[in-house]
Nanobody, 123 residues
Framework: QDQLVESGGGLVQAGGSLRLSCAAS????????MGWFRQAPGKEREFVAA????????DYAVSVKGRFTISRDNAKNTVYLQMNSLKPEDTAVYYC????????????????WGQGTQVTVSS
């Protein structure tokens, strides 16, 4: 049974930084790509970033490219999202999830989501 526990969110001023973590279990972590997603109030959940199982391939939404960095530690079954130069429009609940590979991150149908972690960026 999958379990995803996101943490590290908080309230930060525009221009600030946060580092999110996602502890994953229920599968062999190193066999899967991992992705970060976010959902702002009144909006659909959207893709943010993805990383392949071996950390070689990464992908980012245009809106975060150059500001956010995804990484993972397979020994700790954890994926991270370093968020710099935060903007008010980054305010959302952030989630992580497994995927077969980076290319499939956006098209995979996800049956389970963790509780997410709230990121609020004030102007």
């Amino acid at each position: 049974q999958d379990q995803l526990v996101e943490s590290g969110g908080g309230l930060v001023q525009a221009g600030g930084s946060l580092r999110l973590s996602c502890a994953a279990s229920g599968r062999t972590f190193s066999n899967y790509a991992m992705g970060w997603f976010r959902q702002a109030p009144g909006k659909e959940r959207e893709f943010v970033a993805a990383i392949s199982w071996n950390r070689i391939i990464t992908d980012y939404a245009v809106s975060v490219k150059g500001r956010f960095t995804i990484s993972r530690d397979n020994a700790k079954n954890t994926v991270y999202l370093q968020m710099n130069s935060l903007k008010p429009e980054d305010t959302a609940v952030y989630y992580c999830n497994f995927a077969p590979n980076v290319l499939a991150i956006k098209s995979t149908k996800y049956d389970y989501w963790g509780q997410g972690t709230q990121v609020t960026v004030s102007s």
